[in-house]
């Protein structure tokens, strides 16, 4: 392995990114479980209907994200909360992709920053189109 290994510096990769997934994890869960609650309360069951959900709507789930961020206190707290725990629980591997972009790019090792460059531009070529 050359000068440039990852080392002990792996650990503390692994780490930061462990942390990172635990807690977008916990965040989505803990989101969805006040939002299922809220709900229960709201309507007394949790059924679902189609005159209670939201679509991920707009030109990409970027533009979705924005539009919610921006009606963040809506009529419907239950669906805004579980809304919320999705997104989060999506952008979670997101985060982790740009964690580790800086990460390698402060350790000055460009072989794992060009790794990591094409894992977040096709993540984020992913939300963008879709």
Known sequence: MSSQGLG???SKLETVVSYILIIGVVISVLLEIIGISLFFRTYGNVQISQSKTV???GQNF????FDQIQHLFGSQNAIMFMTLGLIILILTPYIRA???VVYFAWKKNRNYVLITLFV???LTTSLALH
Do not use: P, R, T
């Open 55 to 57: 679509f991920i709507s």
């Open 120 to 122: 977040l531009i096709v």
């Open 8 to 10: 002990s510096g792996e």
């Open 98 to 100: 740009i964690s580790s």
């Open 62 to 65: 970027f533009a979705f994200v």
